[in-house]
């Protein structure tokens, strides 16, 4: 696990300012947000409200039309490409609603490369959660759709990330294997002082997290629990 060096706010691990962004129309406008260590932040929202695109944001994929996005007392936007790439290969750990796994590659494989770029050992206790331990030596296109997206949920947790982005992770499961996965997100980012911004559209999910906002009318709403 990589420690921030922040002598303020020391349990803070990222903070959105006045995010706004949009295409051909408005999306969502003053987005502020703040995440800490162990905590677990849902976003919301009807299809189309900008979530994925303000996940997108959140983890440095896309510039935001104004704005900023502080991770370890910098605007990322203001650093360069190189820096932006180091903070997503060591911070950051985005789990995508497709899996991106390496199809020429086995599932271990997938594993290894992961730990090769960061450094960090494989936790094969993740695996026996996630219940893919017995695939490690099948190729990509040998599992189902479950397993390649726990192999990648997987695959992120390797990393050692401290920022967990997670788009839908739970898309491609049945709802028992999907809260077995949201397990072993939220045992990681308490184990690991780690924190995560999930956006989803299961109502069950989001209640299992810390926080919850809703994107209604270009505006990020918070939610009682």
């Known amino acids: 696990m990589n420690n921030l060096t922040s002598d303020h706010s020391s349990d803070i691990l990222l903070e959105a300012h006045n995010i706004s962004h949009h295409f051909d129309y408005d999306l969502f406008d003053n987005i502020n947000l703040t995440l800490h260590k162990n905590q677990s932040i849902a976003i919301m929202g009807s ?61 271990m494989e997938n594993l290894e490369i992961a730990s ?9 206790n993740i695996l026996k959660a996630l219940k893919i331990d017995h695939v490690m030596t099948q190729g990509i296109g040998e599992l189902s759709g479950g397993q390649q997206q726990r192999l990648s949920c ?20 049945d709802s028992t294997t999907a809260f077995e996965l949201m397990d072993v997100l939220f045992d990681y980012i308490q184990k690991n002082d780690a924190g995560m911004i999930l956006v989803t559209h299961e109502e069950k999910i989001a209640q299992k997290c810390d926080i919850i906002y809703e994107l209604i009318d270009n505006k990020l709403i918070k939610k009682e629990l």
């Open 47 to 107: 299809s189309g409200s900008g979530k994925s695109t303000l996940l997108n944001i959140l983890c440095s994929l896309l510039t935001p039309i104004s704005g900023e996005v502080i991770f370890n007392d910098q605007n990322i936007f203001n650093l360069s490409q190189k820096e932006i790439l180091n903070i997503r290969r060591d911070f950051f750990g985005i789990i995508f609603q497709s899996h991106y796994l390496f199809r020429g590659f086995n599932a």
């Open 116 to 124: 090769l770029l960061t450094d960090e050992p494989i936790d094969h």
């Open 154 to 173: 997987a695959r992120v947790l390797t990393k050692k990330p401290d920022i967990i982005f997670a788009d839908e992770p739970t898309g491609n499961l």
